[in-house]
Structures are given as C-alpha cells and as structure tokens.
C-alpha cells in the first residue's frame, strides 16, 4: 500500500504539469495537495503535507518527503476535459506513462489520474476498486 501510495502522489505531481509553449503555461510553479482520493478513499492530511511537485518547461519534480520524482510531460488543452500525459524518467516511476486529466482554475488545479496507465480518465472522480487517482492543489506563493 506505502508504494502504491508514493506513485499516486508523484502521479498527481507529475501530471499536474505541462508544456511551457503550451496554453497551460499557467500550470508552471509550485504546487501542493490539498486533497487527495485513491480508489475512492480519502488521502491522509499528513501524507499530503509530504508532498510538493515543480512544473517548469515540460518537466516535473515531485518529492514525496526525501524522495524525489522526475519526468516529462506533454498535455492537450484540445480536449475536453483537457489531457496531460506524464512520462516518469527518473525515481519510483521511471519508465511509467500516465495518461490523466487537468482543470486550472485560478490557483486551484485539479487532476485526475489513472495509475495503472491503461485508459485516459474521462471524469474528475476516485471509484473503489480502480487505480483512479484525483489530486486537487493550490499554488505555492514564494513569501
């Protein structure tokens, strides 16, 4: 369970962000969960407040405490609900493609995921029984 936990959180990090030539430029900064569902079940707060993901120009950085998370990621602002695939290139999803889907509005983004990489979310929900992993984050504001 401690992994699969790990790889949603750095699943929802890493899909959160997007192409800096894209429209989603936006989405470039830093994040942290506020919320967090996995087949259905609420995240713990104390796991959330571990985590924090980076989106600079296609590439993402989430830590999950210590332990970072690394890749690529490619979005489509076309679609509706607008699509991110993310693309582990280093860390516990290093050769890892999830494919997900993304809603920014104002400093609030939300993302929803599918952890076992086989299909695109078609909705922002977590059901029991799959790997479906729904992130809601506010940006971090430098003090």
Same mark, same amino acid.
């Given at each position: ?6 790889i949603c %959180?750095?699943?929802?990090?890493s899909?959160s962000?997007f ?5 989603? =430029? ?7 969960? @506020?919320?967090?569902? %996995?087949?259905?079940?609420?995240m ?8 924090? %993901? ?7 950085e989430v ?5 970072p ?5 490619t ?10 695939? @993310? @693309?582990?290139t ?5 050769? =890892? ?6 809603? %920014? ?13 086989? =299909? ?6 977590? @059901? ?16």
């Amino acid at each position: 369970m401690k992994s699969i936990l790990h790889i949603c %959180l750095t699943l929802a990090a890493s899909l959160s962000v997007f192409a800096a030539d894209s429209p989603a =430029k936006p989405l470039e900064g830093k994040w942290l969960p @506020v919320a967090a569902q %996995l087949g259905g079940q609420a995240m713990d707060d104390a796991i959330l407040k571990t985590i924090s %993901l980076k989106l600079e120009s296609g590439k993402y950085e989430v830590f999950v405490g210590e332990h970072p998370d690394r890749g690529t990621y490619t979005t489509d602002a076309t679609t509706s609900p607008k699509s991110i695939t @993310v @693309v582990g290139t280093e860390g516990p999803n290093q050769g =890892k493609t999830f494919p997900a889907i993304y809603e %920014l509005k104002d400093d609030t983004l939300r993302i929803c995921y599918d952890l076992s990489g086989a =299909k695109r979310p078609t909705e922002f929900k977590s @059901v029991a029984g799959t790997k479906l992993y729904l992130v809601t984050y506010k940006r971090k504001r430098d003090a």
